[in-house]
C-alpha cells in the first residue's frame, strides 16, 4: 500500500477484513516490510477467487481500523461484482 494511505491508521492492523460489493467478507494478514505494508497471507487466494487480473484495478477504502472495502474494476473499467458462492468454497477448502 502507498504510505500515504497508511497515515491514516492509528496503528496498522496485523490483519485486515476485505468486503468488496457482497455481503461477503475475508481475512487478510497485514506484513510490516521496509515501512511499507503489504496484505499477505489471504491475498493471493482472494485475487484467485475474486478473479483479479493483470490490467485490474483494485480501489481500497479505509472503514473501519480493520476493514477495508474493496471495489474491483476490469480493464474496461466496469466495476467487477462477485457471488460469495465461490468465496464460501475458497474457505470450505482451506478447512
Not at 38 to 66: E, N
Amino acid at each position: 500500500m502507498p504510505l500515504e494511505f497508511t497515515k491514516h491508521f492509528v496503528a496498522v492492523p496485523m490483519e485486515f477484513k476485505l468486503r468488496n460489493n457482497t455481503v461477503c467478507s475475508w481475512k487478510v494478514a497485514v506484513k510490516l516490510t521496509n515501512g511499507r505494508v503489504t496484505l499477505d497471507q489471504g491475498w493471493a487466494t482472494y485475487t484467485a477467487v475474486h478473479q483479479i487480473k493483470i490490467g485490474y484495478m483494485v480501489m481500497l477504502k479505509l472503514l473501519t481500523p480493520d476493514t477495508l472495502k474493496v471495489i474491483i474494476f476490469d480493464e474496461d473499467g466496469i466495476e467487477a461484482v462477485n457471488k460469495c458462492g465461490k468465496h464460501d468454497e475458497a474457505i470450505a477448502a482451506k478447512e
